[in-house]
């Protein structure tokens, strides 16, 4: 580069001025729309990017669902295959609905300390409103402004689209639903636990949500339950728990003489497959939970988040492979899968921890009594087909306590949520489990549940070309036959 400068003659130099400052007063009146457009949008972009978050991690959250049925349907045998895909998209859809009637009111629309309003449907704000309706008509660029400014006013600190909040809660309700389709596989009677879906969506979860995520009266205490260990996994874990019990277990599960039959999973490629989506989806399921996406504090924590899920996940996998065999008698593929699906159960209520090595023990003694759990209900007789109670209840209750470790929360505190929540959620669910025994009928009739439900009540089999053999045990079940 040359070391002489390029000077100007000192008579252009005031026309050079000149010339200069034209062009960049004619360029700022130019680029001036763009300019405020870009400030507008500056505005716009925490809520744009919240409500983006939602969204999408709302859908893997609702992924989740494909999991369940995968998991379950390849747990089962084959003859009740077809009946758990009916009932997985069935409860998904009755969540929506009924979450969207009456469940998300309840939970969080002007929540005193135990109940939300009693108030039917839900919907955008008077401000998104008048957004739409001000694009759709082709308003004046003014007042489509005012409108836009009018719902981030309205929006405040949540800052993100209502609608979107509603999917993104929406889906986890769905999720509590699903833990206690797999629990009755084989022998639940389909519209009795339709019924049974249908209150525990629109009632029973979003109670137990407006005392905690509601700012009921547990939340007024303190308690912490970040993405729903407590809230989520353990209500689904007590209704599945009280289904079990009233239900009673499948034919033949038990011998008399205490000894009891293994009934293996009909597919492990759709068991291993569906956990594999679950853990997928737990990524939005926990990272979801962080509720924003708009700073810098936002995405180093979402970031923690999904690591923290995927080693207490990873951790539970390998201490179920290491431990199986001497708690189980055998190194077991299916105790493994339920292992990492425990671990992330545990991980739940706190995965936005910033020390890491917690999640992996947090997640691996999540694992220890998900197998704890699953021999003390083979003694117990308690019939869970995918093993959803020790998996989403006993790991659950362990991960809300585990907050009190590197979380932030307090024992006593805790401890109170998970005693509070446990006891209305197992007795009312055991209440409606008994009313629709007396009312409908839980279970299908031996002879049903002997040729398999899809045969007997969808006339479609799962496997066509499998031939259904004869179970030689049918004559040495412990109870009578109806």
């Not at 989740?64 to 995968?70: D, I, L, R």
């Not at 596989?185 to 009795?192: C, F, G």
Request: with cysteine; glycine share 10%; net charge negative.
């Amino acid at each position: 580069m040359s070391t002489h400068q390029v000077r100007w003659p000192r008579r252009f130099a005031a026309g050079r001025n000149l010339a200069t400052t034209a062009l960049l007063s004619g360029a700022g009146l130019l680029l001036a729309p763009a300019v405020l457009a870009a400030q507008d949008g500056v505005g716009d972009l925490g809520f744009i990017l919240n409500t983006y978050s939602f969204l999408v991690w709302g859908v893997l959250v609702m992924w989740m669902c494909a999991g369940f049925t995968m998991l379950e349907a390849g747990s089962v045998r084959s003859k009740s295959a077809s009946m758990i895909c009916m009932k997985n998209i069935g409860l998904y859809a009755i969540a929506g609905l009924t979450y969207y009637i009456i469940g998300y009111n309840l939970m969080y629309v002007d929540v005193g300390s135990v109940i939300g309003s009693i108030s039917l449907l839900y919907g955008p704000s008077a401000e998104e409103v008048a957004l739409i309706e001000a694009v759709a008509a082709e308003a004046a660029e003014p007042e489509t402004a005012a409108a836009t400014a009018a719902v981030r006013e309205a929006a405040g600190d949540d800052n993100y689209s209502v609608m979107s909040d509603w999917f993104f809660q929406m889906v986890f309700v769905a999720t509590t639903a699903s833990i206690v389709s797999g629990a009755l596989a084989e022998r639940v009677k389909l519209w009795t636990f339709f019924v049974f879906v249908a209150v525990l969506t629109a009632i029973i979860y979003p109670v137990v949500g407006a005392w905690t995520w509601g700012g009921g009266w547990l939340s007024q205490m303190g308690f912490t339950d970040f993405a729903g260990s407590t809230i989520v996994h353990s209500t689904g874990g007590w209704a599945a728990l009280a289904g079990a019990l009233v239900v009673g277990p499948r034919w033949g599960k038990y011998r008399k003489d205490g000894s009891v039959k293994l009934t293996p999973p009909s597919n492990i490629p759709a068991v291993t497959l569906g956990v594999f989506i679950l853990w997928m989806g737990w990524f939005g399921f926990n990272g979801g939970s962080e509720l924003a996406l708009s700073g810098v504090v936002n995405a180093v924590s979402m970031s923690n988040i999904l690591v923290n899920t995927n080693l207490a996940a990873a951790a539970g996998v390998l201490t179920a492979l290491c431990l199986s065999r001497p708690i189980l008698g055998r190194v077991d593929l299916f105790a493994t899968l339920n292992g990492a699906i425990s671990g992330m159960v545990a991980i739940t209520a706190g995965p936005n921890i910033t020390n890491s090595l917690w999640a992996i023990v947090i997640g691996a003694i999540g694992s220890v009594l998900c197998m704890l759990g699953l021999k003390m209900l083979e003694v117990r007789r308690i019939d869970d087909v995918v093993g959803a109670v020790p998996a989403h209840l006993f790991a659950g209750i362990w991960g809300t306590l585990a907050t009190c470790i590197a979380a932030g929360g307090d024992f006593v505190v805790q401890l109170t949520g998970v005693a509070a929540v446990g006891a209305f959620a197992f007795s009312a669910s055991w209440i409606l489990w008994i009313v629709l025994d007396k009312a409908m009928g839980v279970r299908v009739s031996r002879s049903v549940e002997s040729i398999g439900q899809d045969a007997a009540e969808l006339g479609l089999d799962a496997y066509p070309e499998f031939v259904l053999m004869v179970d030689p045990d049918d004559d040495n079940d412990f109870r009578d036959a109806d």
